[in-house]
Each structure stands twice: as C-alpha cells, then as structure tokens.
C-alpha cells in the first residue's frame, strides 16, 4: 500500500492544488511541495531495504479473468529515479514559486507539474507493462500542457505539438513492442519478463519488438534522427525546461532501456542499433551546443549530447558500461537541473538569453556566476566536480569497445564529443559570467532572492560533495542500482578522482585542452559552421507533417464528401454484407425458445411505431413536425418496455426523451425550418430499398436471436446475485453500479465528453462565417410578445421543488425499485430546464450555485472516488458493498456504497445537459439580440408592480 500511496501523492498533489486555486501562491506551492515531500519521504523510508536487496512490491487485480495485474514494484534502480523524480521536484516547485511572473496562473502550472511528476513516478515504479504503457502515455500529454503552458507564444504551441507528435508516436511503437515482448515471455509483469531473457532473446519475434521498444525510447529520450524535438520544447517556462531534462522527461527511454537490459542486451542487433545511435547523437547534439546561443538551447542540445551519452553506454552491453551509466545518470540530473535553473535566473534579472549580449555578469551576479562555474565545469569534465569522473570512467569504456572491427572509432568519437562537451561549457561560464562589463543590458543584473538561487545552490553543493567524495555518497547507490540494472553482480568499480596515469586521463586531458581552445576560436568556428550545409530538422519535420496533413485531406476529401446520406450508406452496406457473410459461414441454427402470443395492444402499438417511423421519414423536410414524430416513437418504446415489465428502462426512456426533445426544439430553432432538398428522386429510391433491407434484416435478426435461447444467460448470474452479491433488488440498478459499474463509469466520462465537445464546437458558432450567419438569422416564425408568461413562470416555481423530491425519491430507491442515479439526474434535469422555459436562460443561470463543468468534474470524479475507496480495503477497483441498519422509528434500512456512485452518476448527467443548454441559450440570445432578463416575468421595477415588457 506504500507504493500505491507514493504514486497517488502527486496526482492528489495536483487536485489539491486545483482545489485552492483561488488561494495565494505560497499556499499552492505549499501544497505541491507537501505531496511531493511526503512522497519523498515515503520512498526514503523504503530506500534502507530496497538498496539491501528487499524489493518493495504491491499488487492488486486488474482484469483477473486475463491473469493482469496492477502491480507496482521498487528496486534500487526504481529508487533512485524515484528520488530524483521527487528530490528535484521539490526544488523546481520552489523555483517555480518565484520564477513565474503575475500573470502566470500558479494552480495551472502546478497541476500540470504535479500530473507529469506523477506519470513519472508510475513509469519507474510499474511492474506491469501496460500499466507502464498508461504512465508512459500521461507523461507524453502532461508535457504537452506544461510546454504549450505559454500558449499565447507561438513557439509555445509549436514546441508542445512537436513534442506530442514525437514522443506519441514513438509511444505507438512502444505499445506495439512491450505487447510483443509480454507475449514472448507469457507474463506481462517486467519481474516475470526480467527472468525470460534467455526465451526473449531466443524467440524470432527478439527483432521486432527490439526494434519497436529502442524506437519509442529514442524517441522519449530525444535521440537522433528524433532530437529535434527537444531543443523546441524550450519554449517552455525555466522550471519545466530543468524538470524535463535533468531527472524526468528525456530520462524516461534511458530509464526503459535501463530497466529492460538484462533481458534485450547482449546481441549484435542491440550493440549495433543502441550504441550507435548513442554516439551518433553524442556527437550531433554537442557539436550543435556549441553554435546556439540562446542559453537554453545550448543546454538543450548538450542535454541531447549526454543523453546520448548515457544511450551509447547501454549499448555497449558490458556490466562496466552499465555502471558508469547509472553514475552519470546521477551526475548529468545534478548538474544539468542547476544549469537550467542557472540559465532561468539570468534570463528573469537580466531579461535576455542571448550570449551575445551578456557578459562581465561575475561581478554583478556573484551567487549566479558561483553557481554556473560549479555545475559548468562539472558539464565540462574537470575536476573536482562529479561530472570529471564519470566522463573519465566513459572514455575508459570506450576505449575498450571495437565497433565493426575498427578499434579506433568509438574512443575517437567519444574524445571528439567531450572535446566538443568541454568547449560549450567553457561558453557558457566564461561568455556570460566573464570578461568585460557590459552598458548594454536590457535589465540592469543583478543576483535574485534566496528562493530563485537556492534550489541550483543545493543542486550546485551535491556536485563538488559528490566529486570530492564519490565512494562515500554516490558509492552506496550507485552499487545496487548497478547490479539491479545488469540482473547480477556488478564488476569491481573505484568511484574516485584519480585513476592514476590511464589512457582515459589523456583522453580526458586532450577533451579539455581541445576544448578551450576551440572556445579561443570560436569566431572562426561559427563561421565555418554557418558554411556547412546542415539539415534542419524542425524544417524537415514541418515537410512531413505537411505532407501526411495533404495526404490525409485527400483520403478525406475522397471518401468524405460531405454527404451524410452517402456515409450512411457506405455504412448500411458494409454492415449488411458482414452480417450475411457471418451468417452463411456460422448460420444461426434451429429456433430453441417459443414465441410469446401478442396482444391487440401490443399490435396496435407497434403498427403506430411503424406510422411513427413512415412519417418521420416522410416529413424529413420539416424538422419540427418530424421531431414531434420522433417524440412519438419515444412515448411508444416507453409504453413497450411497461408492457414488458421494464420499469427502469421505461423511466430512462421517457427522461431521455423529454430532455433531448426540449434541447433539440432549441437547436431547431436556429436552423430554417425547411431545408433545401439534397437528394434526387434516383438517390432517395436506392436509400428506401437500402433502408428497407437492412431494416428487415436487422428485425429478422434480432427475432432469431430471441427465439435462440442462449447455454448460459447472463442473466441468471444477475438475478441470482443481485441481492447477495449486490444488497439490492432492483436488477438493472445493481448491474449498472455494481457488476457493469466500470461500464457505467466510463459512460459518464463519455456523456461528460460529449457535452464538452458541444461546448467547444457551439463556442466557435459565434465567430467568423458562423457568427456572420448566427448575427443575420431573422426566425421564420413570429414570436409571442410575451416572452415568460406570467402564469408559466408561478406554475414552474410550484413544480420545481416538487420534481426535485420526485427525483431525490427516485434517486433513494433506485437500489431496490425502479429508480437510480441516471433517472434521477435526468429528473433533476428536466426540473431546471423548466425553469428554463419560464423564466428564461439568464435569469435561472444567475441563480446556479455551481459550475457546469464543475459538476461534471465532481461527478466524475466522486464516481471515482468511490471505486478506489474499495482499494484501501483490498477489494477491486468500484467493488461496492452494503450493510443493513436498524435505527428507533424508522426502522432497518440499507446502507449501501453504490449510493455515493449514483451521486457521481446524477452530477455527471446534470452538468452535462446544463451544460448543452447553456451554450444553445447562449447562441439564441446572440441570434435574437436579445435583453437579458434580470427579472422573472418581464417584470421592470422601475416601472411598477404592474408593468410587463
């Protein structure tokens, strides 16, 4: 249960911080930070046993009927991205506090922040894939919100799209190959598939899911040919810059590629294809570093650099290289995240980026200046600062790994690399902090408060304490980590400054010496680089979306034409040839139940359906005339289900229709009421016999599916144990809270879409073309000169409380008689649509008490609640339970939890009609230039008591 805690804390962080978005900044950082410590906190008090060997696992049913399991696991490697999750989280969250400016909303980036840091935290703690998959997904679309968070920027909304396009669909492939690699192993737990390396790499099917897994890590973690995105995603605040590419984002495919090791490496295919692209984009990111300069973008592409690094060391697929890979995961998160935060403070003091315009800051900025020497030099490889030893440790390693036989290539691009490493570096310190002072500066410098410099401070203080003593306090970490990485034993390893007198150092010597003096001549070097025709990668990027929109738009445009009957028909006949193609392979068989006699009743009802539905199709062109129709048809299916003993369904029906009908009469009314016919004599003959077809056999078919009675119904498990099982006699009401209750829950997160996307699409109706058209709409009909009459108005203020007790009565008793939480928001629905009616839009809705999208949120979200309450009892997810109590007077009565997901179920169903309505008033009173009514009645105070407009 302390794992299921720790992965919560951050997403409660964020509801938390939603919550209290009305109150100050301290109090939502404060907030943040809390669930992040206690998060924090969490895993400390784990990390003694899991660095001894004890792995910390927490497990609960999933899909039990597949064998799937929501399972949670932390090993050392778990725990050590798990600490940098949150350790550097708690330092961004302070940052941010004091970096955003005024106008930024705080509770928006903060919940963004804390959904992302939660993401994180479940990819690096799940031990089942798809469980991973989820996370990986989430972490994807929270980075997306966090880097478009500037959205009036257009690099904003640029960098977040390219991010998403990238990272999504390397996300694709991901699925695709951790699907395949469950299969192989037969097991989708990674403990289960850690052990199967043997039979993964023994199967045909090792390639393509190596190939589809190395694709989606590449891209997460921004290797080439995908680096591209990273550097845009710049456009980002600071904080989410240093988030993003010290401990999270861009760490999560080296992470992956980490934890799937054991099992993947070891084979030409993973040498070849891993370590090659790592020192492939070792070597482009620094070499590109080196040319930018905006700050951030010089981070960027050297974040690019080292992540290519760490990649390149994977791939070499030998215990060694698996070690110096987890230290400078360690060292690369420290430095890096102080750099970033470094980059932020020059950029808010001094208001540019731009090296170019900077300079001589040593003497202005003295903590800022402090701060970037430390974590500078680090990223140059020098010592005593942690980043020299794991660059050295590097070159160590590749100097030993032969690429296609040629000894030299791999120590000769790693020098190159780190040559080229030492040299951006050098810039950033030395072209920023250094040299003359500038008169020029758009801001005049100077060093900021403790809250912007004091988290790099700490980050900048673990540097030199780790470079001076790395056994001491990297040591003990980087030890288990390592051996949980390769799945045994690591090889013996000195984490210390000096190696004595080893090809490394001189390697290392000539990195550095040949970086400072490309720093010297870094005029001419621009120079000659501005020569070099070097692709551009956004550029390119651009081209093949382009190309894919184009693409995509003639498929489109083919096939969609606009013409909602040659849709319909495409899909009539598909599904009618599918329907006889699985009937003369598998036939139906003989008819086992006897047909039930029918009424005069039920005859006399169903020949008025069919005239409802003739005349709905004959007065297509009358929009209101076949609504009254449609109404019809709905009254008629209700009185169908009463004769067959259908009470709930009938409730549901009759609701739904009233509801729907009243919203449709206000869509309608926008539009003429008309239309121009769109379909020839010819075309509207093929779609009658079309029609006349499919609808039989679909009568036909459902006939011979009830005349067939099934081995094992359903059913009777629900008749059997809705009392038992579910505490409640209502049949209908149990499965749909209890046995369907996941159905359910997604029903409303689907109603709770669907009125969104009517949202969205009717805000838009008032701009552009639309709003043009909405402006010079003149009703087709006149229109009563009173507007709410008087008598409907006092009739609607005596029928609102009492609807509202018939659906708080229908709402109650819905466990155990016809009733339940949907009916009984549709009830509550229609009470307020009344009022509607009466009194019009403006004058109700100045009356409301709560949002309309909160409602759906909150209903939602209690719906939620509800199930994972069944979890802290070890039960599965929305296991609901019951219990009958006696009290004095009343008498025993029954408890149950399913009643507080009927409450989810009536607020997502309120809010998403109110939210309808809101809009299609909106629209009417735009579209009628009407005066909004402060008064029910039509009543003008000013005038007098009497006195009607």
């Known amino acids: 249960m302390i794992l299921l805690l720790t992965c919560m804390l951050p997403f409660l962080g964020a509801l938390a911080v939603a919550l209290a978005a009305r109150t100050g900044r301290n109090t939502q950082a404060i907030l943040a930070g809390a669930a992040t410590s206690a998060a924090l906190v969490l895993i400390l008090l784990q990390a003694p046993q899991v660095l001894a060997g004890t792995t910390s696992a927490f497990a609960m049913p999933w899909v039990p009927a597949l064998g799937l399991e929501a399972s949670l696991f932390m090993d050392p490697l778990g725990l050590m991205f798990a600490g940098l999750i949150l350790g550097i989280g708690i330092l961004i969250i302070t940052y941010a506090r004091f970096y955003l400016a005024a106008e930024d909303s705080m509770p928006r980036f903060l919940t963004f922040l804390m959904l992302f840091q939660g993401a994180m935290l479940g990819i690096v703690l799940s031990d089942n894939v798809l469980l991973l998959l989820i996370f990986w997904e989430l972490t ?94 710049m456009a980002a605040p600071t904080p989410v810059s240093a988030y993003l590419h010290s401990a999270t984002m861009v760490k999560a495919g080296v992470f992956l590629l980490a934890r799937l090791w054991p099992v993947l490496s070891g084979t030409e295919l993973w040498f070849y294809l891993v370590a090659t692209t790592g020192m492939v984009t070792m070597f482009v990111g620094a070499a590109i570093a080196l040319f930018k300069d905006d700050l951030k973008a010089l981070l960027a592409y050297s974040t690019v650099s080292h992540l290519g690094l760490l990649t390149m060391l994977l791939g070499f697929g030998t215990p060694m290289a698996a070690v110096v890979a987890v230290f400078h995961i360690l060292n690369h998160a420290t430095f890096k995240a102080a750099l970033f935060m470094n980059a932020g403070i020059v950029d808010h003091e001094v208001g540019t980026r731009d090296v170019r315009r900077l300079g001589g800051l040593v003497h202005l900025m003295p903590i800022a200046t402090t701060i970037a020497v430390v974590a500078g030099l680090s990223m140059a490889g020098l010592p005593p600062f942690n980043g020299f030893i794991s660059k050295e440790m590097m070159l160590e390693e590749a100097g030993r790994t032969v690429w296609a036989e040629l000894t030299w290539l791999i120590p000769l691009v790693a020098t190159l690399a780190a040559l080229l490493s030492a040299a951006y570096s050098f810039r950033y310190v030395s072209h920023v902090f250094f040299g003359p002072r ?90 000659m680089w501005q020569r070099v025709p070097v692709p551009d990668a956004k550029r390119a990027f651009d081209a ?11 498929v489109t445009d083919t096939l969609h034409t606009g013409t909602l009957q040659r849709s319909l028909f495409v899909l009539f006949a598909a599904t009618f040839l599918l329907a006889v193609e699985g009937l003369s392979v598998g036939g139906l068989g003989g008819a086992t139940r006897a047909g039930i006699p029918a009424s005069g009743v039920a005859v006399a009802a169903w020949l008025a359906l069919v005239a409802g539905a003739v005349a709905v199709v004959v007065s297509a062109r009358q929009r209101f005339l076949a609504l009254i129709y449609i109404s019809v048809i709905g009254l008629i299916v209700s009185l169908g289900f009463v004769y067959l003993s259908a009470p709930d369904l009938a409730l549901t029906q009759i609701s739904v229709e009233v509801v729907t009908i009243l919203l449709l009469l206000l869509a309608l009314n926008l539009l003429p009421k008309t239309p121009q016919p769109t379909s020839s004599r010819l075309r509207r003959a093929r779609d009658a016999v079309l029609a006349g077809i499919v609808g039989a056999g679909v009568g036909w078919l459902a006939l011979a599916v009830m005349t067939r009675a099934p081995r094992d119904p359903i059913s009777a498990f629900h008749w059997a144990q809705a009392k038992p099982g579910g505490g409640g006699t209502n049949v209908v009401n149990v499965t749909l809270v209890d046995f369907r209750g996941f159905d359910t829950f997604g029903e409303i997160i689907v109603l709770g879409i669907a009125a969104l996307a009517i949202y969205a699409l009717l805000k838009t109706a008032v701009r552009g073309v639309a709003g043009r058209r909405l402006l010079a709409w003149v009703p087709e009909t006149p229109e009563s000169p009173e507007r709410h009459p008087m008598m409907l108005v006092v009739a609607s203020r005596l029928v609102l409380p009492i609807a509202l007790v018939v659906g708080l009565f229908l709402f109650l008793r819905g ?15 229609i ?50 339970t019951f219990e009958y109590i006696t009290w004095p007077l009343v008498g025993q009565f029954e408890l149950a939890s399913a009643l507080l997901f009927d409450v989810g179920v009536s607020l997502a169903v309120v809010g998403a009609v109110l939210l309808a309505l809101g809009q299609l008033a909106n629209l009417m009173q735009r579209a009628a230039r009407l005066e909004v009514d402060a008064e029910p009645m039509d009543i003008d105070p000013t005038r007098g008591a009497g006195a009607v407009r």
């Open 831 to 880: 009470a307020l649509l009344v009022q509607f009616m009466a009194s019009g839009y403006a004058w109700a809705d100045a009356r409301k008490r709560l949002e309309r999208h909160t409602l759906i949120a909150g209903g939602v979200l209690v719906a939620a609640a509800t199930g994972l309450g069944s979890l802290a009892f070890g039960a599965p997810f929305l296991t609901s």
């Open 438 to 527: 500038r008169h020029d500066y758009p801001r005049a410098p100077h060093d900021p408060g403790a809250g912007l410099w004091g988290p790099p401070a700490v980050l900048a203080a673990l540097v030199v304490l780790i470079g001076f003593f790395p056994a001491t306090i990297a040591g003990p970490l980087v030890q288990p980590v390592a051996a949980a990485v390769i799945g045994a034993e690591p090889p013996y390893f000195a984490l210390k400054m000096w190696h004595g007198f080893t090809p490394a150092l001189f390697m290392s010597v000539l990195a550095v010496a040949g970086g400072a003096a490309v720093l010297w001549r870094h005029g001419e070097a621009v120079r």
């Open 544 to 554: 093949v979306v382009a190309a894919l929109v184009g693409a995509s738009r003639v």
């Open 815 to 829: 466990h155990n008689l016809p009733g339940g939480g949907f009916i009984a928001g549709l009830v509550f629905s």
């Open 140 to 233: 994807s679309l929270s980075s997306f919100l966090l880097i478009g968070f500037w959205s009036h920027k257009a690099e904003g909304r640029q960098g977040a799209r390219m991010a998403l396009a990238v990272t999504g669909g390397g996300g694709l492939a991901l699925i695709a190959g951790l699907l395949i690699l469950g299969r192989v192993a037969g097991s989708y737990n990674l403990t289960d598939i850690l052990l199967a390396g043997l039979v993964i790499q023994g199967s045909p099917l090792y390639t393509p899911a190596l190939v589809l897994i190395l694709v989606g890590c590449f891209a997460k973690s921004a290797q080439f040919p995908f680096h591209f995105w990273l550097p845009r995603a």
